[in-house]
C-alpha cells in the first residue's frame, strides 16, 4: 500500500520559514517524481514545486527563489524548504508522486498524501 505522509506544517509570521516533509512507503522510490501542491480555501490546487529522484528541481514562478526542494533517497522523503513566506503561502501542502516525469498537473499525478496546514498570519 502507498502512502505519501506530509509533515511540518504549522502557523507562522510573515518573512518565517518553514520546512515540510513527505515521507513515502510503499513504492519503488526512484521509480517516482516528488511535487507539492497547495490549495487555498476557495481556490483550485496549484503545482509548487517538484524533483526527480537526481535532485533536478522545477519550481513555479511564484515561489522561485523562496522555496527549495531536496530528497533524501536513502529515507524516502522529500522537503520543501520554505522561507520569507508571505500570507498568500497560506494554504494545505500535499505531496504527490508521479512516474510521468516532471509535470504539473494534478491529472498526472497516481499518489497523494492527506495534505499538512501552512498559515502565515501575524
Known amino acids: 500500500q502507498v502512502q505519501l505522509v506530509e509533515s511540518g506544517g504549522g502557523l507562522v509570521q510573515p518573512g518565517d520559514s518553514l520546512r515540510l516533509a513527505c515521507a513515502a512507503s510503499?513504492?519503488?522510490?526512484?521509480?517516482?517524481?516528488i511535487a507539492w501542491f497547495r490549495q487555498a480555501p476557495g481556490k483550485e490546487r496549484e503545482f509548487v514545486g517538484g524533483i526527480g529522484y537526481s535532485q533536478i528541481t522545477y519550481e513555479a514562478d511564484s515561489v522561485r527563489g523562496r522555496f527549495t526542494l531536496f530528497r533524501d533517497n536513502h529515507e524516502n522523503t522529500v522537503f520543501l524548504q520554505m522561507s520569507s513566506l508571505k500570507p498568500e503561502d497560506t494554504a494545505v501542502y500535499y505531496c504527490?508522486?508521479?512516474?510521468?516525469?516532471?509535470?504539473?498537473?494534478?491529472?498526472?499525478?497516481?499518489?497523494w498524501g492527506q495534505g499538512t496546514q501552512v498559515t502565515v498570519s501575524s
Open positions: 510503499g513504492l519503488t522510490f526512484s521509480m517516482y517524481n
Open positions: 504527490a508522486a508521479t512516474k510521468l516525469g516532471m509535470r504539473v498537473v494534478v491529472a498526472d499525478y497516481e499518489y
